[in-house]
């Protein structure tokens, strides 16, 4: 029986290649879970994603107070260029096990899940 860490692991690795499919690249909302996943993961403030050149760009730096709420300045921020061969692949490295990793999963998995399904209201006339 799989306990709960497993089953969010496994959800977080169908949005992961559900995000990579071809014709989610033109989903904004799949772009932001990729680079919200990335920035969690390698403690980035802001990422890029060039599908293109196959690279992915962090921008970040140290925290001097080592708190999560601590801003960066503009003297600690540095930049990184990773390049990739399969995104999806290199997304799903990202996953890692803990208390932390699994609440961040949970509210990833709560806020992006159902993008691509479109809710339809019934008009309401006259």
Known sequence: MKNQDQIIHEEMRKLIKKS???DS???PEFYSFQKS???FFFNAASVLIDRDRKT???YGGAIVDHSPR???TINQLATTNISYSNLEETLKGCLE???KESRFYKSQLFHY???AQVVVDDAISA
């Open 20 to 22: 990579c499919v071809v």
């Open 25 to 27: 690249q033109l989903n």
């Open 56 to 58: 992915i760009t962090l």
């Open 97 to 99: 096990k803990g208390e």
């Open 113 to 115: 899940n159902n993008v």
């Open 37 to 39: 996943l990335l920035k």
């Open 70 to 72: 601590s801003l960066y």
